[in-house]
């Protein structure tokens, strides 16, 4: 069998004048064939690291208490308010899930903790109400110590992650003042009832933030 012959551009024998500019190319070394590079991940300092997990377990910690406040109110028969507080622990839940995935995201394991038993026993409506209010405002604390300390370590995708959480909160504080107010002004049985049936709907517009 004969063996093809293989021909290259310069063993052609083509006269200058017959060369036209256009279809002249240059002869091309062997490119190099690169593993692509990915990009290193930041490594997280320290304190911004340890403050990080800590209001990873915060997060948690509030979607356990909102757990309770809704089985409360469900024991109380108030279903609206229930339902309400039930919808606040899945929303603590992505919260804690969207810190997690900045952690994985930098090459870094979360570290959960233990969950403390919640308070689960309620004298009022009200007093479920304000002590929903003092965890959002813990929350609020927290958020800003991680941005503090994210400043300070000049750490800026934590910046950027701890301020969508800052406009959260300011939406988070909003709906529990509003709560408080209306339980207040409903100072009767039939009160808390009419306010439980529409309590949804009242807070609704604060639940808009969440995702």
Known sequence: MALATIVTREDCDIPSALRHPALAFPVSPMLEIKEPQTMSTAKIPPKVLTELNRQLN???????????????CDDQNLQGFSSYFAKQVSEEHVHAKKIADHLIDRGVLPELAALGAPKHAFKSLLEVATHAQAMEHANTQGINAVYEAAIAAKDYPAQVLMQWFINEQVEEEAWCLEMIERVQAANCAGGFSDLDRHIERYLAKKDTSAS
Do not use: I, R, V
Not at 58 to 72: D, F, I
């Open 58 to 72: 915060q997060e948690l910690e509030a979607a356990h208490k909102y757990l309770a406040l809704s089985l409360w």
